[in-house]
């Protein structure tokens, strides 16, 4: 009797297919990993901009290249808001980047 359950557990495609479909999700999830080209842009001008000014930290990097950051003021926020305009000056557009002041309490 034990022969016939392996002997239908080899036969049955079931398991087969849910290991296929298990390893196929499991490579698109491994694919998706990667920076779109908006957001290797957006972090190449970020890194050109953050080593010139202090006082900003970066919160997010969107899929369409929108930089979301911290400042802990004004001065500061607005700063790497025009470093990062002249940054894209003569590049590739991407979507209008948002500073906001850190939060107190924040590190």
């Known amino acids: 009797m034990l022969r016939q359950s392996a002997r239908r557990w080899w036969l ?31 972090w190449d001008r970020w890194t050109a901009c953050h080593n010139q000014f202090s006082g900003t930290d970066i919160r997010t990097v969107g899929l369409d290249g929108r930089i979301s950051f911290w400042s802990i003021g004004t001065a500061d926020g607005l700063s790497m808001l ?13 979507t209008e980047p948002i500073s906001a002041i850190r939060p107190k309490g924040g590190s």
Not at 85 to 90: C, E, P, T
């Open 12 to 42: 049955d495609p079931t398991p087969v297919v849910v290991v296929a479909a298990a390893l196929g999700l499991l490579m698109a999830a491994c694919a998706s990993l990667h920076n779109t080209p908006a957001q290797d842009l957006a």
């Open 82 to 94: 025009d470093c990062l305009a002249q940054a894209g000056k003569n590049g590739h557009a991407l």
